[in-house]
């Protein structure tokens, strides 16, 4: 080494310090990279990405080659310090004990955690460009890197750990969830929020989207004919259950533009509207909306009739219900009260006491709770387990709610009071 010029060896020391710098920003670059961005880029043809993926594939290989190298240098820069050390200062214990102290701190500032720490902040590029020489690396000292690798495997035996885990970078639904929650500007609100909402559907069962029993628009087929041809002519719906008497005894569904078709050739009779019945569809109340979305299709069928474990009627649900808990209301909807929520200058609403809870919380912001009751009555009413009067208050969740009127042994319209804000 004395033959060797200072300046020449200071050369060897930078240029070891900045190897090691390299393999530790590799280091970090590859186990910090988004694997689904790196598997989009090369998707897109970028051959950084594809080499990034296939040495994160064998994770054990990727790091044997990065840490074998690495100490390799590490040794050799601290070696090179003591030896400079050395011919300027001498040999005693200090001396080397003063490089010691040096040679940590070199390696730990310009080695170690500046590499490291531009390593994670730009894991993705780095990643696509470090694959090439790791890659190259591997390939010259595979059977170094594979030597070494046997006593690790061993080891992990020992241990009884396994090498490779292929779920360790499985996402579940709730992660998944907030990957969609933080995609920021890279996908549109809207479209965050339908995300969102299908992450949902196996949680959500008919019940919370129907329409309920006490606001079903239906045909009494027992009415003179003169009602029932006034209610077809200005209903909402195409399709109407029919009933005789009793909203449990539904008959059949009628299509109501066949049967006005008929009412211009001749009068409405009652036996007319019994022979242009069809078959009413029947669906569990704890049927998950993603599965009954597969039986309309698979049945071909847009409404069916929801019904409890003893087979009362419950509510309606159609095609459309579903779609719209996806992507929101359509314009062609019936009037619904529940478009019409918002807040006033005192920052309360009058809401029906009918309100889905769901719908409550989308229109409002609010966090009521959804895994019981599916309506605001219901909720007041497990709450109070009573049927209050007007003017009793509540509060559930952190929402105020007051009865506003309440008849018929259930809630009619109740005042809700937006929460404080969170300090």
């Not at 011919?87 to 040679?103: A, H, N, P, R």
């Not at 996402?171 to 933080?182: A, G, K, N, Q, Y």
């Not at 009627?313 to 478009?339: N, Q, R, Y």
Request: hydrophobic share 45%.
């Amino acid at each position: 080494m004395n033959s060797i010029p200072l300046s020449a060896q200071l050369a060897v020391l930078v240029t070891l310090l900045a190897l090691s710098g390299f393999f530790s920003m590799a280091e970090t670059s590859m186990m910090a990279a988004n694997r689904y961005r790196l598997r989009s880029a090369a998707n897109l043809g970028s051959r950084g990405a594809r080499l990034a993926l296939e040495l994160l594939g064998k994770t054990d290989k990727l790091l044997g080659i990065i840490l074998l190298c690495n100490n390799l240098v590490n040794a050799a820069a601290a070696t090179l310090v003591s030896v400079i050390t050395i011919q300027l200062f001498g040999s005693e214990e200090w001396v080397l004990g003063v490089s010691t102290l040096v040679v940590t701190f070199l390696i730990l500032v310009f080695s170690e955690i500046t590499p490291k720490v531009v390593g994670a902040n730009h894991a993705n590029r780095l990643a696509c460009i470090v694959s090439y020489p790791l890659s190259a690396l591997l390939k010259g000292l595979y059977f170094v890197v594979w030597f070494v690798n046997l006593f690790v495997a061993g080891l992990l035996r020992l241990l009884r750990l396994r090498s490779n885990n292929p779920d360790a970078h499985s996402l579940s639904t709730e992660e998944l969830r907030t990957m969609v929650l933080e995609s920021g500007a890279f996908i549109p609100p809207k479209h965050r929020s339908i995300l969102l909402n299908l992450f949902e559907l196996e949680d959500i069962t008919v019940e919370d989207v129907m329409t309920p029993r006490n606001q079903i628009e239906a045909v009494d087929i027992s009415d003179p004919i003169n009602v029932i041809q006034g209610h077809l002519a200005t209903c909402y719906h195409t399709r109407l259950p029919v009933f005789d008497g009793e909203m449990n005894a539904v008959i059949g569904l009628l299509h109501v533009r066949r049967i006005l078709a008929q009412t211009l050739d001749r009068s409405l009779e009652s036996a007319d509207i019994r022979d242009m019945l069809t078959k009413p569809y029947f669906i569990p109340a704890s049927t998950p909306i993603y599965s009954q979305l597969h039986f309309f299709q698979e049945n071909r069928e847009r409404l069916g009739l929801v019904v409890d474990e003893y087979g009362e009627l419950l509510g309606l649900v159609t095609l459309e219900d579903i779609i719209e808990e996806l992507i929101g209301k359509f314009t062609t909807s019936a009037p619904d009260s529940s478009e019409k929520l918002s807040w006033d200058k005192n920052n309360s609403v009058i809401a029906d006491g009918s309100q889905h809870l769901r719908a409550l919380n989308r229109k409002l912001g609010l966090d009521l709770p959804v895994d019981g009751p599916k309506t605001l009555n219901g909720l007041v009413l497990e709450h109070l387990q009573d049927i209050p009067e007007s003017g009793v208050s509540v509060k559930i969740a952190g929402v105020p709610i007051e009865v506003v009127q309440a008849e018929d042994r259930r809630i009619k319209t109740v005042r809700i009071f937006r929460p404080a804000a969170p300090r």
